[in-house]
């Protein structure tokens, strides 16, 4: 789905949008634009609490196609080496840190975060943004980034959470929708950290601006349909607007969403 339709629910990257910035005013766009700017504005939060420095090496697990590493390496803080499972957005990435300029910088691999083919104690930091969800074993990918980190190196990460008990429904319109696996409480989310030998420093909600992607990406589906359509197929079409419905209650519903920094 990522590969397919990402991009036409979002240009810049792949990742929940930051449409409530926490210490700005909101502003007004169309609706593509607005998507755009909420998912650049999410990525410029990371960055501002990443504090990667010159010469610091970080880890992006789960990078999508390209779009937040593009932008730190272009704000000049060090260099950055992602991962996907998609030799697709392997592409994509490559393409854009060409475009950028920024290729010195950014080194783009298909790899698996479950299994990382890099050595102990290499990289500064890590991010994992919107990517864990799509893992099917999280104790072991945090246990990976974990291995991989410096001494006091940090993982920022975004996640999904569950909150009470979800109609069975709605659960797996979101898993089929995200391809993703059930999300845990916060408080399992922050035992996985910890088991994986991580202390948390700081933790944000941003639950209600996960609720805004959630129905954003409806009405960019509904106005986007034909392209949809063209580019997946009128079956998988059909499927997503048949999701839809019970995406949204759940994400209205049952479901938060959290910004949590952690370190070695």
Known sequence: MYDRMGELLGSTALHVGLYVPPDSPPSVAGLPELADLAQDRQTDHLLDHTGLG??????????????????LAGRGGGRVTGITVSRVQVERCRERARAAGLADRLDFRHGDAMDLEFDDEVFDAAWAIDSLTHMRDRPRALREAHRVLRPGGRLLLTEFTLRGTPPEAELAAFTEMWSAGAPSSLSGLLAETEEAGFHAVRLWDLTAN????????????????????????????????????????????????HLMLVRK
């Open 54 to 71: 010159p010469g610091e090496h970080l880890l992006d697990i789960g990078c999508g196609t390209g779009g937040p590493a593009v932008r």
């Open 210 to 257: 996960m609720r805004i992607s959630g129905e954003v990406m409806g009405a960019l589906f509904a106005d986007r349909r034909a392209e949809i359509e063209a580019r997946c197929g009128a079956e998988t079409a059909r499927r997503t607007g048949e999701l839809l419905v019970p995406f949204r209650a759940f994400c209205r519903g049952h479901l938060e969403y």
